[in-house]
């Protein structure tokens, strides 16, 4: 999972970074209005934790522009304030939570998980398509009630193909989504092809029918036959 800090205390938002690739997440960071704007326009991502009050701008605004532009992303907004007006402002704007700093990071990373399940699985932390089964409190897999060993980059592969399984996915998407901006340095996405097969071998042989097709010329679609 992908998600945006834009928080303009470079401490703050480095100890956020350092706590949550512990737990598992893809991080960037935007420490300033302008980059953040730059980024909610070009690239997209599973939560924005979002500071409303940055040194060259209002996170609100931020979070007008994100709305507009993508109104399923999770926005979970992080301030000082903790005036009730501030609260219903950012709620009001589409904002999924608020929480008033300082908190504790095992609650910040309580909320967001929870904003994910709201958002892509209805509330569950088990997603199940056809005869296979993610948890993703435990990131484990079975198929037929075997577990399925996996990297941590197949199993995020296969977490967010089945958060878009009606939908295809380019190889240009798959690749940011799971290494981020900096993928802008690649020369190919080619690797994404070995990333894709290697899964697809494991899923095929637990026996599954279900299973990531490609599409040709388009990119790739978990299908569920």
Not at 7 to 30: F, I, M, P, W
Request: charged share 25%; aromatic share 10%.
């Amino acid at each position: 999972m992908k998600i945006l800090i834009v928080e303009d205390n470079r401490e703050l938002s480095e100890t956020l970074v350092h706590y949550l690739k512990q737990e598992g997440y893809l991080c960037e960071t935007a420490y300033n209005y302008q980059t953040a704007e730059e980024k909610i326009n070009i690239y997209a991502y599973d939560v924005v934790v979002l500071d409303i009050t940055l040194p060259d701008g209002s996170g609100l605004e931020i979070l007008k522009q994100l709305k507009q532009k993508r109104p399923d992303e999770g926005v979970l907004i992080i301030s000082a304030k903790n005036a009730l007006d501030d609260k219903l402002t950012g709620l009001n704007l589409g904002a999924d939570d608020y929480l008033t700093k300082p908190f504790h990071l095992a609650e910040l990373n309580a909320r967001i998980q929870s904003l994910l399940r709201r958002k892509r699985f209805n509330g569950s932390h088990e997603i199940t398509v056809g005869d296979l089964r993610l948890n993703t409190a435990t990131a484990q897999v079975f198929i037929k009630d075997n577990e399925i060993i996996l990297t941590r980059k197949e199993y995020e592969l296969l977490l967010y193909f089945l958060s878009n399984r009606n939908r295809i996915l380019n190889k240009e998407a798959i690749a940011e989504h799971l290494w981020g901006d900096n993928i802008d340095m690649a020369d190919s996405f080619d690797f994404i092809y070995t990333h894709i097969k290697n899964l697809r071998k494991k899923i095929a042989s637990y026996g599954s029918s279900n299973n990531i097709k490609s599409v040709y010329g388009m990119g790739y679609k978990f299908v569920v036959e």
